[in-house]
């Protein structure tokens, strides 16, 4: 089969590799598409993960064989996958912090060599711990949507990390297909949401999917007396209840901090570099009560939830993909999505469409 093979930093190839074998309690699934994900992104460039590997992991596709072990899953059947699922009864998983379980952080699916994904090729294998992952997606539904089903619980989750009241004023910051989706599940649990972004194009669309206010930020954060009069006149000099940082700038953090209200919430969900370090005052956190908070990855238990969001459009995901890149040009997709343009969302690679 084809599989696009990651052989080092920034070197991605196209290469004929084996397809997958399963064993009796696993699943092949063919692969329709598969979403570019900025984890993936930062490992491609960084080269923080040995190679060779095949990544992609918002992949949805058909099954095409299962495990003679296999009961709860036909072939023929549409879904969508989760390379990760906790186990439920570690420490952490009592915690409900699943994304810190040790089998969480073992990747299930695979396309051959060190699992990564496996979504950038045409076969991937699921493997029996993440079966409780798979959901199939309706026949009223497409592929796509079932691909945004990953991102989309990373988004919930986090905005379930946060203690928000119908009616409350929340800033996301960055309009990118993250910030977007942060933007409409806000919007859909009764918060009134201000948007900001770089460009106009994303903010038109920002308002379109429930933003009550957009903002257009300049780019040069200590000019930010703008968007304090404005968070001033609509929280009533109140302050903002949250702010979600879907962009990694420290800049708009140090601003998040001033903008948010005593005992609000900065939560950061862009920041996910290690070794990045930023100054801020520890009084707002001490003793403006000010939380700084984190989320990363998905959390299991709302998967039913995700896919009711997606699946009835409440959430309409198709939106949000602006470009689809057969297999073979899976190296410009992630280039796309690294750089973005004015016109481009989400990205995603198809192996079921050809170059033309
Ligand atoms: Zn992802
Ligand atoms: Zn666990």
Known sequence: MRAVVYRGPNDLRLETVP????GPHELL??????????????????GTVPPPRIFGHETAGTIVR?????????????????????????????????????QYKRTGITAGFEPAGGGYAEFVRVMPFVLPGVVRIPARNDFLEGAMLEPVNTVLKAVKRLALLRGDVVLVAGQGPIGLMFTRLLALEGMHVLATDLLQTRLRLARKLGAKWIWK???????AEGL?????????????????????SDAVLRQAQMLVRGAGQVLLFSHTRRGDVAATD?????VDEKDLIGSYSADFRLQNEVARLVFSRKLDVRRLITHQFPLEQTAAAVELAAHPTTQSLKVVVSADIQTA
């Open 29 to 46: 699934v063919k692969v329709a598409i598969c979403g570019v994900c900025p984890t993936d992104i930062k490992k491609i460039h960084y």
């Open 228 to 248: 304090q009069k404005l968070v001033s006149r609509i929280t009533r000099k109140r302050g903002l209840d949250a702010a979600v940082l879907a962009v990694p």
């Open 217 to 223: 930020a300049s780019g040069d954060p200590t000019n």
């Open 282 to 286: 520890l009084a707002t956190i001490c």
């Open 66 to 102: 299962r495990g003679a072990r296999v009961r709860a899953f036909k072939t023929g059947e549409r879904v969508a996958l989760h390379h990760h699922v906790p186990c439920l009864e570690c420490h952490a998983c009592r915690h409900h912090a699943f994304a810190q379980c040790a």
């Open 19 to 22: 397809v997958p074998r399963i």
